[in-house]
């Protein structure tokens, strides 16, 4: 990726690197999870926003069938052609680019007689921290191509493609949170998505009105959707709700965890406990901040990440001890964030505290040998649009 990315320097880095003006720049966010992990995949709720940091993409058309992506940290440029898209066929990053173009096949665009595509891109959402940095490059790729080839394809129709540019070419059984989120974030606003409605809905969220940031640690602790702990958790959700006979978790609300634990190993009930009592959350985290302000959604997100520490289990213990050091000095809220086993943990702060919050992490991150985290400050941004 390039230095100080901006719509200008990617298309200036375009322009470097293929000997022509772009067609355009189209950018998307990544994004933080305010509250409702491991719910997207179970039906359920989610309240995300977009973040300032995002991937640009600069895109010009081709006479020929072929796609090539650049970004400015790679040497060369990845290729694939119109006539040859399978997810087999994508190596490494690049798939986040070509899968869309495929997902867009499988989805019924129809490709024949179009022709193919130049791609720079740039980002500065930090790779593997939890904040969506496949997603932004998915998005901006899809809005990119929507206007280049005119698709006319809604939001929500672009949200399934670049989900399944996700699921099918890049292999991560993921929900759909990350794209719902770069692509009808707003600024100043959270999106509160009810994945089985099919809605996303912006809800203020007056963090600076109310004197308020919200800090991102960033563990700097890896975490790979592809493999692992998150497909498990994503069977036991399936598993459990077959046990329970319903459809997905989605059908059950806490009045039914009575039934659960007599039906459900300890275990699977656990993380059964864990999705239907964050979806409650979701629904009174959105409630709470529209009448009462966010001051008051402290105690959710305190909720939340114990639920996902010891029933969902998929916290650490850089991400306890981010969200323990900032309560005991002062935050407002804090939980984990994202899919889990690493990656970066919320707080929520009075403005004016951050230099001391930040400090107090470094320094318990210093004494228990851990890495140090990256710190950071981000706003409820605009989602994916196009920019010159
Ligand atoms: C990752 C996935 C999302 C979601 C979260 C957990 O970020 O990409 O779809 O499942 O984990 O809430």
Redesign the pocket.
Known sequence: MIDIPSPESTAQAFEDRYGRRPDGVWSAPGRV?LI??????NDGL?FPFAIERRTWAAMGRREDRTLTVHSGAMPEPAQASLDELGPERFDGWSAYVFGVVWAMEQRGVDLSGRTGFDIMLASDVPLGA?L?SS?AIECAVAIALNDEWELGLTRRELIYICQLA?NGAVG?P?????QTASLMGEAGHGVLIDVRAETADPVALHFADEGLELLVIDTRVHHE?ATGG?GARRKSCEDGAAAMGVASLRDLTEEDLPRAVEVLDDETFRRVKHVVTENARVARTAEVVANEGPRAIGDLLVASHASMRDDFEISVPELDLAVETALANGAVGSRMT???FGGAAIALIDADRAAEVEAAIEAAFADAGFTAPIIFVVNPSAGAHRDL
């Open positions: 999870n409702g992990e491991h719910t997207d995949y989610v939890g969506s997603a996700e991560a993921t929900g759909n949170m990350d959707h998150y994202g899919g889990g």
